[in-house]
């Protein structure tokens, strides 16, 4: 993927998390072969891997991610990222779970009947 090709998916990336209530985001440089072990955050998370390769483990389910794609994390949930030997780049970003927005908020509270 071309520097320009990045740009412009960073671009509709963050249209997106505004969108969303996302605020906060960053594109970190990550080491090569870092792995992030077991963790969890209080706050939601979505991640576009601009550069590298790397590999999800959530929820029991292993996935391998290359540059362009995206993925999300929701908080208080155990993740493991593990990234690959050329390290990568990644944009970060961050939502407090009390900015989600309402048709979000409405949708996981469970209907009684």
């Known amino acids: 993927m071309t520097?320009?090709?990045q740009a412009q998916l960073l671009e509709h990336f963050v249209a997106g998390l505004k969108a969303s209530g996302y605020t906060d985001y960053e594109v970190r440089q990550i080491r090569p072969n870092l792995?992030?072990?077991?963790?969890?955050?209080?706050?939601?998370?979505?991640f576009?891997?601009?550069e590298g390769t790397m590999t999800l483990e959530?929820?029991?389910t292993v996935r391998p991610f290359?540059?362009?794609?995206a993925y999300e994390v929701p908080a208080d949930t155990a993740h493991r990222e593990v990234f690959g030997a050329e390290?990568?780049?990644?944009?970060?970003?961050?939502r407090r779970v009390?900015?989600?927005?309402?048709?979000?908020?409405a949708?996981?509270?469970?209907?009684t009947g």
């Open 107 to 111: 949708a996981a509270i469970p209907l």
């Open 35 to 46: 792995d992030s072990d077991i963790h969890s955050a209080d706050w939601d998370g979505r």
């Open 3 to 5: 520097r320009h090709e």
């Open 66 to 69: 290359v540059a362009g794609e």
């Open 87 to 94: 390290g990568a780049n990644l944009c970060i970003a961050r």
């Open 58 to 60: 959530i929820a029991g």
């Open 48 to 50: 576009l891997l601009l």
């Open 98 to 105: 009390g900015d989600r927005p309402l048709r979000e908020i």
